[in-house]
């Protein structure tokens, strides 16, 4: 497979994502609930349907898992995920933290990202053992070597009120250690802020394969240690990530280790 090519109609598909973003931000006329907190616009559903129509034009025989329609079945060797629009509450608050996620996988081995803020233009991708880019240009993780002086970036689950005290207990135990935490609302920026050393670590439990599966290789690909909260080596289905410097992950994993009675 050309991942090169891959590259090009994932950020081709990105833009035009971002374009049908742009037209609904500060212009959305309802907003539907999945769930108690969990948001749906017609711009995640429009811009879902650009970025699908876009690659499925390339990639016609490719399934493709996406947040709002689901799982169109195709050639199971080849996969993308996208997330049209991560960051739901942010864009319907009108608070301009929000991205387009689009990954492709081969033989379930995510392979390519792309992660695209709509309002600023930052491009952020990566391609397995090529690195990752910012707007074309090299970026890598920091070089903070304790929690104390690190910045953290976190997020709550939708389901925050049926785990809320594990939830709690993990935020309390890094915002006491770290010199700040932040809570942006899009994992996928997050992840790709700890890949370019705006943060030095980014934990959240309870995400989507679409929430994380760009974000987490351009973080490797950036030099991140990424792993669940008990240093096992990351996957898109797993439940947890933790993503650092490489510098202050055993901390963090020690942070973010609960007692059976936690």
Request: charge should be negative; hydrophobic fraction near 40%; glycine fraction near 8%.
């Amino acid at each position: 497979m050309d991942l090169e090519r891959i590259n090009q109609v994932a950020t081709k598909a990105a833009y035009h994502g971002a374009e049908i973003l742009r037209s609904y931000f500060g212009n959305i006329s309802h907003v539907n609930k999945k769930g108690a907190i969990d948001l749906v616009t017609e711009a995640d559903i429009g811009s879902e349907k650009k970025i699908v129509g876009t690659i499925q034009a390339a990639f016609p025989d490719h399934t493709i898992l996406a947040e709002e329609s689901g799982l169109s079945q195709g050639d199971n060797e080849y996969k993308w995920l996208i997330d049209p629009l991560d960051g739901t509450t942010n864009f319907a608050h009108q608070v301009p933290i929000f991205s387009i996620s689009i990954a492709f996988a081969i033989a379930d081995e995510i392979c390519t990202g792309i992660v695209l803020n709509p309002i600023n233009g930052e491009l952020f991708s990566a391609t397995r053992k090529k690195g990752a880019l910012r707007n074309g240009k090299p970026i890598a993780v920091s070089s903070t070597s304790i929690v104390s002086e690190s910045l953290l970036v976190t997020g709550f689950p939708y389901n925050l009120h049926e785990i809320f005290d594990p939830i709690m207990t993990r935020y309390a135990r890094c915002l006491r250690a770290a010199q700040g935490v932040r809570r942006l609302g899009s994992a996928a920026l997050d992840l790709c802020y700890a890949a370019c050393g705006r943060f030095d670590g980014f934990w959240e439990q309870c995400l989507k394969p679409w929430d994380t599966a760009a974000g987490s290789i351009i973080a490797a690909e950036a030099g991140a240690q990424v792993t669940d909260f008990s240093n096992r080596p990351f996957s898109v289905d797993a439940k947890e990530i933790l993503a650092t410097n490489g510098c202050i992950h055993e901390e963090m994993l020690s942070l973010l280790r609960l007692k059976e009675n936690e």
